[in-house]
């Protein structure tokens, strides 16, 4: 059996270059807005008032339940948290 490297986990879970990058912003999207809100200290109620959305949908954010949110969803929710995105685009390696 051939050995395989992969960049992030990503490359090695979905089926294209394209799905991959898709799942590695949004999810280091989910992990920086996570980090955030848990660093207001705040009950789940409060954070999720902060962020305009339901303390369910809020439980499912901080569940890392990364399935449930778009990357659309995840951009508003982190200028919701105050936090700024960038998108660095590359060339392919």
């Known amino acids: 059996m051939e050995r395989q ?9 979905e089926d294209t ?6 799942m590695s912003m949004r999810s280091a999207l ?6 955030k809100v848990r660093g207001w200290q705040v009950t789940q109620s409060e954070a999720a008032r902060r962020l305009g959305i339901t303390q ?5 954010l901080l569940r890392g339940r990364i399935a449930n949110f778009s990357l659309d ?3 508003g929710l982190a200028a919701q948290a105050g936090l700024s995105v960038r998108l660095d685009i590359a060339d392919a390696a």
Do not use: K, M, T
Not at 5 to 10: I, K, M, P, Y
Not at 17 to 22: D, F, I, K, L, Q
């Open 5 to 13: 490297s992969f960049d992030n986990v990503w490359d090695a879970l």
């Open 17 to 22: 270059p394209g799905e991959a990058a898709n």
């Open 30 to 35: 989910l992990i920086a807005i996570e980090q």
């Open 56 to 60: 369910p949908r809020l439980n499912d």
């Open 73 to 75: 969803a995840l951009v």
